[in-house]
């Protein structure tokens, strides 16, 4: 197989996770908040076809959710900056032979089996995939690393960039037209950061 799916998540501690949410519900509602959402990734990540490499915040937990003969164990880079860690996580999934590789966080509760999958099918035709969020960030990026000829274009994607605002999918489109790559885009989803967000799925927010 030389397809991955990296998944990003923190470690589900208390007052870590979903800060701005626990802002306005408490950290341990937050908490519970931000479990189900790792459940959820959890769920739809399993059918993908995909080796599945999954990068804890701070430690690697043998004794969670996730599955030692079904999720790669890693920790994140240690940077405070989010673009070095997505591409430091790139770097080591290119290094181990993948080819076809897709990234997704956990704060999407909208994404399915489905979408992940076709995030690979995407990449058969071009060089780049996106699956933008609401908010104007993105919730999933991959890469075919047969098609990209180029030592820069992940510095370029991920590093001196300033996160969470209204542009970030936009930029990251912008660095992939100067390099004359093509992307195609998964379906736009919703993220999961405040209490408003948390409103519009009912189920998550019951737990209020």
């Not at 626990?22 to 739809?44: R, Y």
Request: some cysteine.
């Amino acid at each position: 197989m030389n397809h991955a799916l990296i998944i990003f998540i923190k470690n589900p501690e208390l007052g870590k996770v979903k800060t701005r949410l626990a802002a306005t519900i408490g950290n341990e509602k937050a908490l519970e908040v931000f479990k189900k959402l790792l459940v959820n990734i959890h769920d739809k990540s399993l059918d993908v076809r995909a080796d599945k490499l999954l990068f804890y915040s701070f430690f690697v937990d043998k004794n969670d959710i996730w599955e030692n003969d079904v999720f790669k164990k890693y920790v994140q880079n240690q940077s405070p900056d989010l673009g070095q860690r997505m591409l430091s996580a790139f770097e080591e999934a290119k290094d181990l032979g993948y080819v076809k590789v897709l990234i997704v966080g956990s704060d999407i509760y909208e994404v399915s089996t489905e979408i992940l999958q076709k995030g690979f099918e995407l990449l058969e035709d071009a060089e780049t995939v996106l699956g933008p969020s609401h908010d104007g960030g993105y919730y999933a990026i991959g890469f075919n690393f047969e098609k990209i000829n180029s030592d820069t274009f992940l510095q370029d994607i991920f590093l001196n960039k300033t996160w969470s605002h209204e542009h970030v999918a936009q930029e990251a489109l912008d660095v992939i037209n100067s390099f004359s790559y093509t992307c195609n885009l998964l379906p736009s989803l919703s993220d999961i950061d405040t209490e408003e967000d948390l409103k519009n799925f009912p189920d998550l927010y019951n737990i209020l």
